[in-house]
Nanobody, 121 residues
């Protein structure tokens, strides 16, 4: 089992920046991928950004060139630097991780509880 703790959410003004952090703890042999998703009121949860242990990243179309994901597998952490925030970025942001718990095992997926990001106009 793993636990994910997100932090860094809060209130920001349009054009401002926030940096989200996610720390994973528990029984971890290795981390395969880490990602950030978001869910705005009345909308489906969507991928914001993801990264794998080899450094490959991918982004949702709406946040390319605006957000940057980074992960530190040694610290079992993921970060999301959010710049030029817009009102439309208001959502609950969730950390997601695929963790291998033991040698030869398949990765298992886990979610954090989410952190609220509110961008005021």
């Amino acid at each position: 089992q793993v636990q994910l703790v997100e932090s860094g959410g809060g209130l920001a003004r349009t054009g401002g920046s926030l940096r989200l952090s996610c720390v994973v703890s528990g029984t971890i042999f290795s981390i395969d991928t880490m990602a950030w998703y978001r869910q705005a009121p009345g909308k489906q949860r969507e991928l914001v950004a993801g990264a794998n242990s080899r450094g490959r990243t991918n982004y949702g179309e709406d946040v390319k060139d605006q957000f940057t994901i980074s992960i530190d597998t040694a610290k079992k952490s993921a970060y999301l630097q959010m710049n030029s925030l817009k009102h439309e970025d208001t959502a609950v942001y969730y950390c997601n991780v695929n963790v291998v718990h033991g040698p030869g095992e398949y990765p298992l997926n886990s979610w954090g509880q989410g952190t609220q990001v509110t961008v005021s106009t």
